[in-house]
């Protein structure tokens, strides 16, 4: 994690063996919800580009319990500078949290 001006907080890619998709320099977000969520869903976009499409979180179409491991396949190719969008609903109320993703 790097402390950008203003006091955000941004994530780096740490890259490591074991899963097929970390071998083949995918980078893969892990989120844990700190409570019971459902219907979580993500996208991406960076500076002067876009939006990706939403899409559902694999094994998050239902209701996630607090603590649960998710993984997101952001991708192999990142922007310098890109914000992974997640979306989700807490007690039936939509929220989203926002993670600023930094290139190695």
Known sequence: MKTLPGG?????P???QGSSAAAQGEVIAVIRPGAD?????WRRYAPGVPPTAWATVTGASGLVPEGARLEI??????PP???LEVSY?????GRADRFVLLAR
């Open 81 to 83: 500078q890109s914000t």
């Open 37 to 41: 969520v459902s219907d979580v869903q």
């Open 89 to 93: 609903l807490l007690q039936g109320i």
């Open 73 to 78: 396949a952001i991708g192999k190719e990142m």
């Open 14 to 16: 740490v890259y490591a």
């Open 8 to 12: 955000q907080n941004a994530f780096l």
